[in-house]
């Protein structure tokens, strides 16, 4: 019981200033809310939180970690869209190269999908891969059609965004 008030009380000490100290680095508050998240994660799964002699100086070097190893991802996941994008735009590639993109285009979009929402991908998933009306996801989700048409439209949207925001970056 100590160890889970000791966590509330750094949680309650450092949070905020945490999401300040992370959000002067990556410039983006919801990063820098994840991120924190994330560090204060990390200090549940500590066997003796108690221990910890400084604890700003200990989330500050696991958030850091935390935070180059987003960074990495990021450029990661830019780099991979980037060749996707350019694969796309091949002029007029061999049936091999052609069918090796599709295969990869599949996997990138496979991967963007399950970056949504639990129900802005069942929306996706039932209209586009089941052919479902919007009635049909409507009643199937017990949800509005209006729903169904913001959730669709929404998913698109965003996975066209983030397919081609790689594209943008290269003029």
């Given amino acids: 019981m100590m160890r889970l008030i000791h ?43 108690e ?10 070097v696991v958030a850091n970690r935390l935070m180059i190893n987003n960074f990495h991802r990021k450029r990661l996941e830019h780099d991979t869209l980037e060749q996707v994008a350019l694969l796309v735009n091949e002029e007029s590639p061999s049936a091999e190269a052609a069918a090796q993109n599709q295969e990869l285009l599949a996997l ?8 949504l929402s639990e129900r802005h991908r069942q929306v996706l998933l039932m209209s586009r891969v089941q052919g479902m009306t919007y009635k049909e996801i409507s ?30 970056h290269e003029h």
């Avoid at 990138?108 to 970056?115: G, N, W």
């Fill in 51 to 60: 221990r910890i002699d400084s604890p700003r100086a200990w989330l500050m």
């Fill in 108 to 115: 990138v979009v496979d991967t963007l999908i399950s970056e």
């Fill in 139 to 168: 009643n199937a989700l017990n949800i509005s059609t209006h729903n169904v048409k913001y959730y669709l439209v929404s998913s698109v949207a965003r996975l066209h965004e983030r397919l081609f925001e790689a594209k943008s």
């Fill in 7 to 49: 966590i509330k009380s750094v949680y309650l000490e450092h949070f905020e200033w945490l999401v300040r100290w992370l959000n002067g680095r990556v410039r983006c508050t919801e990063t820098a809310r994840d991120l924190s998240q994330d560090t204060f994660v990390r200090l549940l799964t500590l066997a003796d939180p």
